[in-house]
T-cell receptor
Framework: AQSVTQLDSHVSVSEGTPVLLRCNYS??????LFWYVQHPNKGLQLLLK??????LVKGINGFEAEFKKSETSFHLTKPSAHMSDAAEYFC??????????????FGKGTKLSVKP | EAQVTQNPRYLITVTGKKLTVTCSQN?????MSWYRQDPGLGLRQIYY???????DKGDVPEGYKVSRKEKRNFPLILESPSPNQTSLYFC?????????????FGPGTRLTVL
């Protein structure tokens, strides 16, 4: 069975400092992993995805994530936070094999606050 | 560009009054899905459809129905809504032919059941 755990429900950083949003997953098969962002009163936007290619994945808006199989982690990072990064972030896992049904398993979300 | 349209975007209704939330796509994708989002719980899948006339339950299907009579539309039906179905609902599509595992989400429908 697959599952995903976002280790922090809320993270607060100052503008210009690094961002780290933590995610651990559990999957019996080779997973695909995603980070989605949801700004207040907005829909979901794909930030980046890992699908068994390079383990360091670069996404939009300066975010990146590293797939670490030995640690079953897929943490999201950004070197320097911007006020516009304040949003809720979701780590997502799905199976990655030939007959994938595409069912996504969402983490419970991490709210990122950015202080001026 | 993939476009997923949901209607209505906001709805306030009363317990027991049947309602339908429509979802429509412009990409001819086979896979469509419905999720609900609740604070502290992330998104949970309600139903999904692999193709026309092929639907299956997700993690939280109780109290919901769906239909897939044509490829572009995947309505979510609440036959007798209850207050615990107050939530934010998202429709999603996926291009399974490319096996990208990436889903595109609609803008969301905020439902309040009184």
């Amino acid at each position: 069975a697959q599952s995903v755990t976002q280790l922090d429900s809320h993270v607060s950083v100052s503008e210009g400092t690094p961002v780290l949003l933590r995610c651990n997953y559990s999957s019996s098969y080779s997973p695909s992993l995603f980070w989605y962002v949801q700004h207040p009163n907005k829909g979901l936007q794909l930030l980046l995805k890992y699908t068994s290619a390079a383990t360091l994945v670069k996404g939009i808006n300066g975010f990146e994530a590293e797939f670490k199989k030995s640690e079953t982690s897929f943490h999201l990072t950004k070197p320097s936070a911007h006020m516009s990064d304040a949003a809720e972030y979701f780590c997502v896992v799905t199976l990655n094999y030939g007959g994938s049904q595409g069912n996504l398993i969402f983490g419970k979300g991490t709210k990122l606050s950015v202080k001026p | 560009e993939a476009q997923v349209t949901q209607n209505p975007r906001y709805l306030i209704t009363v317990t027991g009054k049947k309602l339908t939330v429509t979802c429509s796509q412009n990409m001819n994708h086979e896979y469509m899905s419905w999720y609900r989002q609740d604070p502290g719980l992330g998104l949970r899948q309600i139903y999904y459809s692999m193709n026309v006339e092929v639907t299956d339950k997700g993690d939280v299907p109780e109290g919901y129905k769906v239909s897939r009579k044509e490829k572009r539309n995947f309505p979510l039906i609440l036959e007798s809504p209850s207050p615990n179905q107050t939530s934010l609902y998202f429709c999603a599509i996926q291009d399974r032919a490319l096996s990208t595992d990436t889903q595109y989400f609609g803008p969301g429908t905020r439902l309040t059941v009184l």
